[in-house]
């Protein structure tokens, strides 16, 4: 079964600091991972998309990473701002024409001044 | 802005009710998509249009409808809701279906509660 796990499940860190959320996934065949950000009673906005070939993107100061031997993906997120909070979800698409992607249930990151 | 709206933004409706969701892209997009968000519960995908055509019905119960007449604009009709199937609908758009890594962008979503 195709799952998709993130955590931690939520995070508070303070201003200006740095912090990395983790997605892990079992889909397969793997076609490509997105992260997305989703601000409270908003729908999500795309951050970064990465397929099999891809190691890494950057999005200013937002940075995914991807290993597709361990199925582990990370988002980065550098000088953390008060606008960062949010949710911020991973989710995996399989290869092979499907229309279903596979959504984790999200980080919820709270950044304090 | 992300080019794609939703009407209403809130919707409180009874169990016997008939109600309508609107969505429409400005984006050009041959594909749009319906979308439940639960608290707590990851999203799940309820209907996917490819150039007008239905091509994924995720296993959602009769009780909602869509309608796409258009490539710019979805609907998803409701009737005999549960208070159950109160949750953030939301709509997103891009401009393939399923043929490789492509970027949906989603509208703010409608906040419905069923009473």
């Known amino acids: 079964k195709n799952q998709v796990e993130q955590s931690p499940q939520s995070l508070i860190i303070l201003e200006g600091k740095n912090c990395t959320l983790q997605?892990?996934?079992?889909?397969?065949?793997?076609?490509?991972l997105r992260w997305y950000k989703q601000d409270t009673g908003r729908g999500p906005v795309s951050l970064t998309i990465m397929t099999f070939s891809e190691n890494t993107k950057s999005n200013g100061r937002y940075t995914a990473t991807l290993d597709a031997d361990t199925k582990q993906s990370s988002l980065h997120i550098t000088a953390s701002q008060l606008s960062d909070s949010a949710s911020y979800i991973c989710?995996?698409?399989?290869?092979?024409?499907?229309?279903?992607?596979?959504f984790g249930r999200g980080t919820s990151l709270i950044v304090h001044p | 802005e992300t080019g794609v709206t939703q009407t209403p933004r809130h919707l409180v409706m009874g169990m016997t009710n008939k109600k309508s969701l609107k969505c429409e892209q400005h984006l050009g997009h041959n594909a749009m998509y319906w979308y439940k968000q639960s608290a707590k519960k990851p999203l799940e995908l309820m209907f996917v249009y490819s150039l007008e055509e239905r091509v994924e019905n995720n296993s959602v119960p009769s009780r909602f409808s869509p309608e796409c007449p258009n490539s710019s604009h979805l609907f998803l009709h409701l009737h005999t809701l549960q208070p159950e199937d109160s949750a953030l609908y939301l709509c997103a758009s891009s401009q393939l279906a399923g043929l490789g890594p492509d970027t949906q962008y989603f509208g703010p979503g409608t906040r419905l509660t069923v009473l």
């Open positions: 997605c892990n996934y079992t889909v397969s065949p793997f076609s490509n």
């Open positions: 989710v995996v698409s399989a290869r092979g024409g499907s229309y279903i992607p596979t």
